[in-house]
């Protein structure tokens, strides 16, 4: 298949040829839902803590007798049944959040959102997108000029210049190829890639 070219003012300049196995696969919902999930939870690292009965700062003297008062029996104030006693099933600093993904089904996914941005003309194609000097402001204005408000730049290799321009905007981000992920392909309303960028995602995602 062909994908569209566009110039520095977001007008069509020419066509580049690209993998149909990688942008011309077909949307598959449930395995992009489970990459995202996956992800997501992958990122996630174990910050809670909660203490459980051997944990907690009670007495360990039995608060009255087991029989003759008319009271349920009590061990300790420790018990998970009082309020300020210990957790049954604390969560742990060490907890594991990860999800196993298959590297198969993780190239799939990424194929499937790929091509669904492709079809719903959220992808768009630049010969090369670098910055001769690190200016937000003039990063603003090459997106402004290409129609686009929100924009996830992707490329073969980071251009620090580049970074630095875009680090302290929320609409745009800058990827490279090795580096990008699910998450932030569906979070953004339209996706540059560059030539080269292209050719290497057909290299990593064959």
Same mark, same amino acid.
């Given at each position: 298949?062909?994908?569209?070219?566009?110039?520095?003012?977001?007008?069509?300049? %020419?066509?580049? !040829?690209?993998? @149909?196995? &990688?942008?011309?696969? +077909?949307?598959?919902?449930?395995?992009?839902?489970?990459?995202?999930?996956?992800?997501?939870?992958?990122?996630?690292?174990?910050?809670?803590?909660?203490?459980?009965?051997?944990?907690?700062?009670?007495?360990?003297?039995?608060?009255?007798?087991?029989?003759g008062?008319g009271?349920?029996?009590?061990?300790?104030?420790?018990?998970?049944?009082?309020?300020?006693?210990?957790?049954?099933?604390?969560?742990?600093?060490?907890?594991?959040?990860s999800?196993?993904?298959?590297?198969?089904?993780?190239?799939?996914?990424?194929?499937?959102?790929? %091509?669904?941005? !492709?079809?719903? @003309?959220? &992808?768009?194609?630049? +010969?090369?997108?670098?910055?001769?000097?690190?200016?937000?402001?003039?990063?603003?204005?090459?997106?402004?000029?290409?129609?686009?408000?929100?924009?996830?730049?992707?490329?073969?290799?980071?251009?620090?210049?580049?970074?630095?321009?875009?680090?302290?905007?929320?609409?745009?981000?800058?990827?490279?190829?090795?580096?990008?992920?699910?998450?932030?392909?569906?979070?953004?309303?339209?996706?540059?890639?560059?030539?080269?960028?292209?050719?290497?995602?057909?290299?990593?995602?064959?």
């Amino acid at each position: 298949m062909e994908l569209k070219v566009i110039n520095d003012q977001g007008q069509n300049a %020419s066509a580049v !040829a690209a993998s @149909d196995a &990688l942008f011309g696969r +077909e949307y598959n919902e449930s395995l992009i839902h489970q990459i995202v999930i996956a992800y997501k939870a992958n990122g996630r690292s174990g910050t809670r803590a909660q203490k459980g009965r051997s944990d907690v700062r009670h007495s360990q003297k039995k608060p009255w007798r087991q029989k003759g008062t008319g009271r349920a029996r009590a061990g300790d104030s420790a018990s998970p049944l009082w309020r300020g006693g210990g957790k049954i099933f604390p969560n742990l600093p060490d907890e594991n959040f990860s999800h196993k993904v298959n590297r198969k089904m993780y190239r799939a996914g990424m194929c499937s959102i790929l %091509s669904q941005l !492709a079809r719903e @003309d959220r &992808l768009r194609v630049v +010969e090369e997108f670098s910055m001769d000097e690190p200016k937000t402001k003039l990063l603003v204005q090459k997106i402004k000029q290409m129609g686009l408000g929100e924009a996830l730049l992707i490329t073969d290799i980071v251009d620090h210049n580049l970074l630095l321009s875009a680090r302290n905007l929320s609409n745009i981000m800058v990827l490279d190829v090795a580096h990008t992920d699910p998450v932030s392909l569906i979070r953004f309303r339209n996706v540059i890639l560059t030539k080269k960028a292209i050719q290497k995602f057909e290299e990593i995602l064959k």
